[in-house]
Antibody, heavy 121, light 108 residues
Framework: EVQLVESGGGLVQPGGSLRLSCAASGFTFYTYSMNWVRQAPGKGLEWISYITSGGVIIHYADSVKGRFTISRDNAKKSLFLHMNSLRAEDTAVYYC??????????????WGQGILVAVSS | SSELTQDPAVSVALGQTVRITCQGDSLRTYYASWYQQKPGQAPVLVIYGQNNRPSGIPDRFSGSSSGNTASLTITGAQAEDEADYYCNSRDSSGNHRVFGTGTKVTVL
């Protein structure tokens, strides 16, 4: 069974830093690209970052570029999101999501349960 | 990055058919994927590519695309289909992914 479990969330002051982790199990982690997606309270989904299976290609949404860093440890089957210079508008539930791609298209086929990050003084 | 626009809300009578649309320039190049999200839960993939359903998704869910519009159709809506639905695709650069604004589906 595919499982993605986020951890590391919590309350942080504006300007602070936080590192989210996503522990993967039930699939060959090192063969899949991964994503982070967030959802502010009462708002829609926002894609924020993507990393290929080997970590060579990385993309960020403009809203987090220069402040957030995505990384992965394939040996530990883990995905990370390092968040710096946090702002109130970064308050959201953060999801890690597996990236699936075949000849028919691509999608986020499995999601974690999400972890809340609250930025407030 | 480009935007994907969805109607904020639609309603459907139990057992009837509802179509949810997603509009954006990037959809002329890339297929959309569709996600169902119920309150307090993580999103669930329901359709991807031209019209592909992951294992476990009922066949009353189907997808289509024409020009700059992707559509998700629920044929014979059930009470459990009441949820928020989001489309997703690449943006015009091809590097970023973008979600639609979301559609709340109410089953009457």
């Amino acid at each position: 069974e595919v499982q993605l479990v986020e951890s590391g969330g919590g309350l942080v002051q504006p300007g602070g830093s936080l590192r989210l982790s996503c522990a993967a199990s039930g699939f060959t982690f090192y063969t899949y690209s991964m994503n982070w997606v967030r959802q502010a309270p009462g708002k829609g989904l926002e894609w924020i970052s993507y990393i290929t299976s080997g970590g060579v290609i990385i993309h960020y949404a403009d809203s987090v570029k220069g402040r957030f860093t995505i990384s992965r440890d394939n040996a530990k089957k883990s995905l990370f999101l390092h968040m710096n210079s946090l702002r109130a508008e970064d308050t959201a539930v953060y999801y890690c999501a597996r990236h699936y791609s075949d000849s028919s298209g691509e999608a986020f086929d499995y999601w974690g349960q999400g972890i809340l990050v609250a930025v407030s003084s | 990055s480009s935007e994907l626009t969805q109607d904020p809300a639609v309603s459907v009578a139990l057992g009837q058919t509802v179509r949810i649309t997603c509009q954006g320039d990037s959809l002329r190049t890339y297929y959309a994927s569709w996600y169902q999200q119920k309150p307090g839960q993580a999103p669930v993939l329901v359709i991807y590519g031209q019209n592909n359903r992951p294992s476990g998704i009922p066949d009353r869910f189907s997808g289509s695309s024409s020009g700059n519009t992707a559509s998700l159709t629920i044929t014979g809506a059930q009470a459990e289909d009441e949820a928020d639905y989001y489309c997703n695709s690449r943006d015009s650069s091809g590097n970023h992914r973008v979600f639609g604004t979301g559609t709340k589906v109410t089953v009457l």
